[in-house]
């Protein structure tokens, strides 16, 4: 976006704020892919509450659908959908990440809302297991395919090995072949039961051994689908897992359009500590999805717009996006033997030229790591 542009929806902001006697200054902002967040310093004796309230105002004002108003800190920002919405690469992101600001165990979700690279760190023991949750359109099968990429990418399999669990057979159809994989992807119910029966038997071994690596993330799409139709043993190796699975390197990674206890366990859903929340359709669904309220992850605009919810803290992030034909580009180069590092890199899939002059691969870091639990900013 032009500066004039950002300039004039900062003077048209003031404006509504100011004839509707809440008077404040924009000082700043960010602009990502899909929004626009605009900094703002209120008068003294301006309620915030007073803001919130003219949120349609200044999105009329702006020729936005929306305006979103929150707090971080002292400060109030004002957050509208960009005209001009731009897709989140993944290999773009990763191309401003340099390995060595990334530890291990670590996958890349996106950009937050400060526009810096949002990364999670599964090893941590405030993560262990993540929930992915939205509705259809929300994106959360795109971002469980950006944080298996990512993880695949960043890590040898000698490091970290997948069990991925795909009951639709879409999710996870252009990894087949990932050498990460520790099984083939497994899309019937009774091949799940199993799966999950090996990897309890899995955990069991490596907690008398006192083993953790190499790390096994097992990946399911649609969740709950998976616990109707695969019945009580799905959910009670499942509930085990998380349970017990982090000391054993076992880390559940789970996507669902429907995360409530009845449907998936109270005791899967208590040991979900990260939240990975895409648009709902109501407050109480946002309320179930991230397990506590005033997430308003009902007004998010879907297509990879998500909050992130841990512990206490909340970060809006875009979710980084691969498309199918990269996936499929990476995991025959990484089939290859071509280092992660260089794919990642590249800013995309190596071609085979670039991929024989890996000293040519150079990024720089434009912004700060932003991280959830358990990363250094």
């Given at each position: 976006?032009?500066?004039?542009?950002?300039?004039?929806?900062?003077?048209?902001?003031?404006?509504?704020?100011?004839?509707?006697?809440?008077?404040?200054?924009?000082?700043?902002?960010?602009?990502?892919?899909?929004?626009?967040?605009?900094?703002?310093?209120?008068?003294?004796?301006?309620?915030?509450?007073?803001?919130?309230?003219?949120?349609?105002?200044?999105?009329?004002?702006?020729?936005?659908?929306?305006?979103?108003?929150?707090?971080?800190?002292?400060?109030?920002?004002?957050?509208?959908?960009?005209?001009?919405?731009?897709?989140l690469k993944l290999f773009s992101l990763c191309a401003r990440i340099p390995p060595s600001r990334i530890p291990f165990g670590t996958a890349v979700l996106g950009l937050a809302d400060d526009g810096a690279p949002l990364?999670?760190?599964?090893?941590?023991?405030?993560?262990?297991?993540?929930?992915?949750?939205?509705?259809?359109?929300?994106?959360?099968?795109?971002?469980?395919?950006?944080?298996?990429?990512?993880?695949?990418?960043?890590?040898?399999?000698?490091?970290?090995?997948?069990?991925?669990?795909?009951?639709?057979?879409?999710?996870?159809?252009?990894?087949?072949?990932?050498?990460?994989?520790?099984?083939?992807?497994?899309?019937?119910?009774?091949?799940?039961?199993?799966?999950?029966?090996?990897?309890?038997?899995?955990?069991?071994?490596?907690?008398?051994?006192?083993?953790?690596?190499?790390?096994?993330?097992?990946?399911?799409?649609?969740?709950?689908?998976?616990?109707?139709?695969?019945?009580?043993?799905?959910?009670?190796?499942?509930?085990?897992?998380?349970?017990?699975?982090?000391?054993?390197?076992?880390?559940?990674?789970?996507?669902?359009?429907?995360?409530?206890?009845?449907?998936?366990?109270?005791?899967?859903?208590?040991?979900?500590?990260?939240?990975?929340?895409?648009?709902?359709?109501?407050?109480?669904?946002?309320?179930?999805?991230?397990?506590?309220?005033?997430?308003?992850?009902?007004?998010?605009?879907?297509?990879?717009?998500?909050?992130?919810?841990?512990?206490?803290?909340?970060?809006?992030?875009?979710?980084?996006?691969?498309?199918?034909?990269?996936?499929?580009?990476?995991?025959?180069?990484?089939?290859?033997?071509?280092?992660?590092?260089?794919?990642?890199?590249?800013?995309?899939?190596?071609?085979?030229?670039?991929?024989?002059?890996?000293?040519?691969?150079?990024?720089?870091?434009?912004?700060?790591?932003?991280?959830?639990?358990?990363?250094?900013?």
């Open positions: 976006m032009q500066r004039r542009e950002l300039e004039a929806k900062a003077d048209a902001i003031e404006m509504v704020l100011h004839e509707h006697k809440a008077p404040a200054r924009v000082t700043g902002g960010h602009v990502t892919p899909r929004w626009v967040q605009f900094l703002l310093q209120t008068n003294p004796g301006v309620k915030i509450s007073r803001v919130e309230s003219l949120s349609r105002e200044i999105a009329v004002a702006l020729g936005a659908p929306s305006a979103r108003v929150t707090t971080q800190g002292n400060a109030v920002r004002i957050e509208v959908p960009r005209s001009d919405p731009q897709p990364l999670i760190r599964l090893p941590s023991p405030e993560v262990a297991h993540v929930l992915v949750a939205g509705t259809t359109g929300s994106g959360k099968t795109a971002l469980m395919q950006t944080i298996i990429m990512s993880l695949a990418l960043l890590h040898h399999r000698r490091q970290m090995q997948f069990v991925l669990i795909d009951p639709k057979g879409r999710a996870f159809e252009s990894m087949v072949g990932l050498p990460h994989l520790l099984r083939p992807i497994v899309t019937q119910p009774d091949q799940a039961v199993q799966a999950l029966n090996d990897l309890v038997t899995l955990m069991e071994q490596r907690d008398r051994s006192r083993v953790t690596d190499p790390r096994v993330i097992v990946a399911i799409d649609e969740l709950a689908d998976l616990v109707q139709t695969g019945g009580p043993a799905i959910l009670e190796n499942l509930g085990r897992l998380v349970q017990r699975g982090r000391e054993a390197g076992i880390h559940v990674v789970g996507a669902t359009q429907k995360p409530s206890s009845a449907v998936i366990g109270p005791l899967v859903k208590a040991n979900f500590p990260v939240r990975l929340v895409g648009h709902v359709v109501s407050a109480e669904d946002a309320r179930v999805a991230a397990g506590v309220g005033g997430t308003s992850a009902e007004k998010l605009t879907g297509r990879g717009d998500f909050v992130a919810v841990y512990g206490p803290g909340l970060i809006r992030f875009q979710a980084a996006y691969t498309s199918s034909s990269e996936i499929q580009a990476s995991v025959q180069q990484l089939a290859q033997g071509i280092r992660g590092d260089e794919i990642m890199h590249a800013g995309r899939p190596l071609s085979p030229r670039s991929a024989s002059h890996p000293s040519q691969l150079t990024s720089v870091l434009d912004s700060a790591v932003y991280a959830l639990p358990g990363i250094d900013r």
